[in-house]
């Protein structure tokens, strides 16, 4: 799809890298390839950086001068906006809910909200979507364009569009069986699924598999009339709500094993969010000898909202001290007793 004549601001370092995994790829007996949309482009990166890029240029054509969007509390959107704006020179102002249960200093001030602060943004911690509203509401001004959450609007899915064709020139004639893409908001598979006639596995971080679907279906309806296309087939997607869990913000045990096996073996950082369910459901249900491409969405500050997890998980087939230290001194001439 021609997408010149839509106004774009440059805020990714695209292309991005498409990895090949051997070790991952040896451990699953499947060929992986991770396409790295968490790596290039400002504010540490990640999958928002694509929609941005569309949803702010319009703003600027109109004259914004403040950014209002939504989301969680460890929103990786938010983050992104803030560093899109604080690159563009506009005013953000990020309205969070308390979506997740779960509060504590990490949660609550590390991770993804103190890079919000960091880069600029006033943050306004709401406990309801009502109250957040209401926050939005008050904010707005004729200067004010207001972002929906994850930045999945019918221009933001034009990023991924862009994506889909960035991979497909990446692939060239090599075959890929599967994409593996985590499903929130429902704007990057959208625009996979428009770009790509691959099949995609949708894995779900928030809702059951058919909640999940109809907001796919939603948002690549919204694109289809910005691209003036005709609504889009989607047969192609396949939403996976197998690492779901308890909800949108919970991990399972299989995330945290799923984060594990990706940081052992390729030295690559996940989210307990968004890419630790996709990799979950990878991991189970990659067939052998498939070739599939995980798309890597970021989210790696989010990670350290979860401290206390992650420095219990992290540990977790770790040699004891008193082990490693009894190798090193026995290995070591003269290293100890």
């Known amino acids: 799809m021609d997408l010149s004549t839509f106004p774009r601001v440059p805020l990714g370092s695209w292309p991005t890298p498409l990895d090949t995994c051997p070790r991952l790829s040896a451990e699953l007996g499947a060929t992986v390839l991770v396409k790295r949309d968490d790596v290039g482009?400002?504010?540490?990166?990640?999958?928002?950086?694509?929609?941005?890029?569309?949803?702010?240029?319009?703003a600027l054509a109109e004259?914004?001068?403040?950014?209002?969007?939504?989301?969680?509390?460890?929103?990786?959107?938010?983050?992104?906006?803030?560093?899109?704006?604080a690159r563009l020179g506009l005013r953000c102002e990020l309205v969070l809910t308390r979506?997740?249960?779960?509060?504590?200093?990490?949660?609550?001030?590390?991770g993804n909200v103190a890079l919000d602060e960091l880069f600029g943004a006033t943050v306004y911690l709401c406990d309801t979507d009502e109250e957040a509203a209401e926050i939005a509401a008050a904010l707005a001004d004729d200067r004010t364009v207001t972002l929906?959450?994850?930045g999945s609007s019918g221009l933001g899915v034009l990023g991924y569009v862009s994506a889909a064709a960035e991979l497909a020139a990446q692939l060239g004639d090599r075959h890929v069986d599967r994409i593996f893409c985590a499903l929130g908001s429902g704007g990057?598979?959208?625009?996979?699924?428009?770009?790509?006639?691959?099949?995609?596995?949708a894995v779900t971080v928030s809702r059951e598999a058919d909640a999940a679907m109809a907001?796919?279906?939603?948002?690549a309806g919204l694109?289809?009339?910005v691209l003036k296309i005709d609504e889009p087939k989607l047969d192609h997607v396949t939403p996976d709500d197998s690492a779901l869990g308890e909800g949108y913000g919970v991990p399972t045990d299989e995330v945290w094993a799923a984060l594990r096996l990706f940081a052992r073996t390729e030295g690559i950082v996940l989210d307990p969010v968004y890419t630790g369910k996709a990799a979950a459901a990878l991991v189970a249900g990659v067939r052998p000898g498939e070739t599939v491409v995980f798309t890597h969405t970021g989210g790696t500050p989010g990670l350290f909202g979860y401290a206390p997890d992650l420095a219990?998980?992290?540990r977790i087939g770790a040699l004891p001290a008193e082990t490693w230290i009894h190798r090193l001194t026995h290995r070591i001439p003269g290293s100890g007793p």
Do not use: M, W
């Open 99 to 110: 979506s997740v249960s779960r509060s504590g200093f990490a949660y609550d001030r590390s």
């Open 215 to 219: 907001v796919v279906e939603q948002v």
């Open 148 to 150: 929906p959450v994850g």
């Open 41 to 58: 482009g400002i504010g540490l990166g990640g999958n928002k950086l694509r929609k941005l890029e569309f949803t702010l240029a319009a």
């Open 63 to 85: 004259g914004a001068g403040k950014i209002v969007t939504f989301g969680g509390v460890q929103t990786n959107h938010g983050r992104l906006t803030a560093a899109s704006c």
């Open 188 to 201: 990057t598979v959208a625009g996979l699924a428009l770009g790509t006639e691959t099949p995609i596995t």
């Open 223 to 225: 694109a289809a009339d």
């Open 312 to 314: 219990a998980e992290a």
